[in-house]
């Protein structure tokens, strides 16, 4: 039996100037903040047309060698062959943007970072010995030097494209800096927190995400991780306050920014340990 | 005298996760087939001890971007189930809402983005987009009303805020269902193209014998957001049907050295099937309307034994999903009761499952008196899935041995993505490598 499939036809390449050209790369992740490029269903065939679509596995099979104009960089880095990787694709690459909380703060996957990791290795993998894993998930930040970083569990796709928009065009991406709450007041919510006595993250958490939970009556749960001068210490008092066990709180604290330092400090707190906080 | 080959894809191209594929080849006899899967492991059985039941549903969902609402649904079940709680028939029908929209979201990424390019001979979809415009953007529309849908009833298409153990924090208001139900008409006119162009589609006429194995809900529905009994068998023959509470009985993990996933066997069988072609095999019948019509004007034969058309019965599934949230929205009461139900913390040990896009996904948590999860199983569809894949790339290479090394390469990753594996998923799971040599 055979196909009747065809070569891949020639790529639309010739007869413009050249494109910049993009790269997609994966470290430890789950796919989600990448995906949420393809998910920009209605501009994504220009944005196809604006870049070279260079490296980027997930969507295509074609490889088109470095140097790269712009590396988007999804995912933290777990392993040895990891954090050589990323020191070779910060070198091919002009411009380095992370996208997601792994990418910028270690994922979800940096709850090892306060564990054993052998005894977290045995209770999945009967054979552990096969596994080449390093002892603390860490963001890119950690290994080589990034020109932007975008928060979120997953990434704000709208930020996305701002953030690829901003670099082909040589400027500063505009990131929101500024808390959760002020995208509840801007969305006109009522304040969960102050009216129902709902656990919110939201003072200490950056905005991005346009105050989503609290507009389906739901706590922020710190998506997008500590802002600037979040004051987690106060906000965590105020939760011991209101009845919340010190576990609660410290869980709150230790879920996809786990190793962002504001949140890994005042989880530690809540655990009774002196603040030990990552790169 | 040992005449070798080998075929080496050492990074897998549209799927989700990072695998490689190893294919050893000596005197014409396929000597050793591996998908490797080098994603790095997570752990998250390991740091979900400890973590609140109903914290489950948001962690667990950060093991795939592309299925979380399989995960956070198998967790919810999980949880209730130990618990010894139901949910609502609302908060059911709101649950398989923001189920159709991931599989009409995940089946339109995987039929137009990652498998059709490699039917129709392209790269990927965008440099198709240049020949084939209309056609990529029908997909994309299509995949842009199931994350409507997801952000309908989810509140986030990648990663929803909405649902929890219990229900939902809220239920959309009727104004937000109204918009989503609009772009629904457009959809089931996109969804039949979508079947039509894919089964018109010249596919590798291959033919294997599968075990099949997919959930089956005691309300007799096509198999989606819940299900506390199982199906397996070759889809002739009568399935055999088992709790799902049995289902550490019956599937046995092993841990093999070239892959971060663990294999999936089941006891007796070996090597199984699930996801769209199992669904179909064992309760295909259980389709209705539009998508039991099409698939009977066009031929769909039950089951389907041919790896490659899997992407007709993903098509046809599409067809459903849509067809199904019309219904739901068009049913949804107008007093739909609490958004939640109660469920208080404490002791138990719970399985839960949900038919992910690509496949049966099963949880279990075993819960102490403080309703911490002491203990916690899951066994994703791409694990299940791995060792059928690599006994396809083994038949498959074995009848093209007379192709060269970058075609039967080309055609190895095809039959990969036949399964539409979900490598962040299995991981706890790919590398193509061809080795003749």
Redesign the interface.
């Known amino acids: 039996?055979t196909?009747?499939?065809?070569?891949?036809?020639r790529?639309?390449t010739a007869r413009r100037p050249r494109r910049p050209k993009l790269a997609v790369w994966?470290?430890?992740?789950?796919?989600?903040?990448?995906?949420?490029l393809?998910?920009c269903?209605?501009e994504?065939?220009d944005v196809?047309e604006a870049v070279q679509?260079a490296y980027f596995?997930?969507?295509?099979?074609?490889v088109v060698r470095g140097p790269y104009d712009l590396s988007l960089v999804e995912g933290s880095i777990?392993?040895p062959h990891?954090a050589e990787r990323i020191q070779q694709i910060r070198r091919s690459s002009k411009r380095l943007i992370t996208i997601g909380a792994c990418a910028t703060a270690g994922?979800?996957?940096a709850?090892?970072n306060t564990?054993d990791?052998a005894?977290?290795?045995s209770?999945?993998?009967?054979?552990p010995d096969?596994?080449d894993?390093l002892e603390r998930s860490t963001p890119i930040r950690a290994h080589v030097t990034v020109e932007a970083e975008l928060r979120g569990?997953?990434v704000d796709k709208g930020m996305l494209l701002e953030a690829v928009a901003a670099v082909l065009h040589d400027r500063k991406p505009r990131i929101p800096l500024s808390s959760v709450c002020s995208e509840c007041k801007r969305r006109g919510t009522v304040c969960i927190a102050v009216a129902h006595g709902t656990p919110c993250l939201g003072p200490v958490t950056q905005a991005g995400?346009g105050a989503?939970?609290p507009?389906?009556?739901?706590g922020c749960?710190g998506?997008f991780g500590p802002y600037g001068s979040a004051n987690t210490a106060a906000l965590a008092d105020h939760l011991r306050a209101q009845g919340m066990p010190a576990d609660?709180v410290e869980?709150l604290f230790a879920?996809?920014n786990a190793a962002a330092p504001a949140f890994e400090a005042e989880a530690a707190r809540q655990r009774g340990e002196s603040a030990e906080v990552s790169p | 005298m040992t005449r070798a080959r080998s075929l080496d894809v050492p990074?897998?191209?549209?799927?989700?996760?990072?695998g490689a594929m190893h294919v050893r080849i000596r005197d014409g006899k396929v000597d050793d087939v591996r998908l490797q899967i080098y994603?790095?492991?997570?752990?998250?059985?390991?740091?979900l001890?400890g973590?609140?039941a109903a914290?489950a549903p948001?962690?667990t969902a950060?093991?795939?971007?592309?299925c979380?609402v399989a995960y956070q649904a198998a967790a919810c079940n999980a949880v209730e189930a130990a618990r010894g709680e139901t949910v609502t028939d609302a908060i059911r029908a709101m649950r398989r809402l923001l189920y159709c929209g991931e599989w009409i979201e995940s089946h339109a990424?995987h039929i137009y983005?990652l498998h059709a390019p490699?039917?129709?001979?392209?790269?990927?979809?965008?440099?198709m987009?240049?020949?084939h415009?209309e056609l990529?953007?029908q997909g994309?529309?299509l995949?842009?009303t199931g994350?409507e849908l997801m952000e309908l009833a989810g509140?986030?298409?990648?990663?929803p805020?909405?649902i929890?153990v219990g229900g939902f924090?809220?239920f959309p208001t009727p104004s937000e269902m109204a918009r989503a139900r609009a772009s629904l008409d457009q959809a089931a006119a996109d969804a039949e193209a979508t079947l039509r162009a894919v089964a018109a589609l010249?596919?590798?006429?291959?033919r294997m014998d599968y075990h099949f194995v997919a959930l089956d809900p005691e309300n007799g529905d096509y198999p989606l957001e819940d299900g506390r009994f199982v199906l397996s068998g070759d889809g002739v023959g009568d399935p055999d049907r088992f709790a799902l509470d049995l289902f550490d009985e019956r599937v046995v993990e092993?841990?093999v050295?070239h892959s971060?996933a663990?294999h999936a066997r089941l006891h007796g069988v070996g090597s199984y099937v699930v996801g769209p072609l199992a669904r179909w095999a064992l309760v295909g019948d259980r389709m209705t309307g539009r998508a039991a019509a099409l698939a009977a004007e066009l031929d769909v034969e039950r089951p389907v034994r041919n790896p490659f058309a899997s992407i007709v019965v993903r098509a046809l599934e599409v067809v459903f999903a849509v067809e199904e949230a019309q219904r739901l929205l068009d049913t949804w009461p107008g007093d739909p009761g609490p958004s939640g139900v109660d469920v208080p913390r404490g002791p138990g040990v719970g399985y839960g499952a949900s038919e992910a896009p690509r496949g049966l996904l099963v949880h279990r948590y075993r819960l102490d008196d403080d309703g911490l999860i002491r203990d916690a199983r899951i066994i994703p569809p791409t694990s299940q899935n791995q060792a059928q894949i690599e006994a396809d790339l083994r038949a498959f290479v074995e009848?093209?041995l007379d192709l060269d090394d970058a075609e039967l390469t080309r055609?190895c990753?095809v039959a990969i993505r036949n399964y539409d594996p979900?490598i962040?998923c299995a991981t706890?799971f790919l590398r193509l490598h061809v080795d003749r040599g």
């Open positions: 039996m196909t009747t499939t065809r070569e891949p036809t790529r639309r994966k470290f430890a992740s789950c796919d989600g903040c990448q995906l949420s393809l998910d269903e209605d994504l065939l196809a679509v596995p997930e969507a295509t099979r074609a777990t392993t990891d994922g979800i996957q709850l090892r564990r990791v005894q977290l290795a209770v999945v993998y009967a054979r096969y596994l894993v569990c997953p995400c989503l939970c507009a389906y009556d739901r749960f998506c609660e869980r879920t996809f | 990074v897998l191209a549209r799927v989700e996760g990072e994603e790095p492991p997570r752990f998250f059985e390991g740091f001890r973590r609140d914290e948001d962690i950060r093991i795939c971007g592309i979380p990424l983005l490699d039917f129709l001979g392209y790269p990927d979809a965008l440099s987009a240049a020949d415009r990529v953007q994309l529309r995949k842009k994350n509140g986030r298409a990648v990663h805020v909405n929890k924090y809220r010249a596919l590798p006429d291959v092993l841990h050295e971060n663990l009848d093209h055609q990753e979900c962040s706890h």
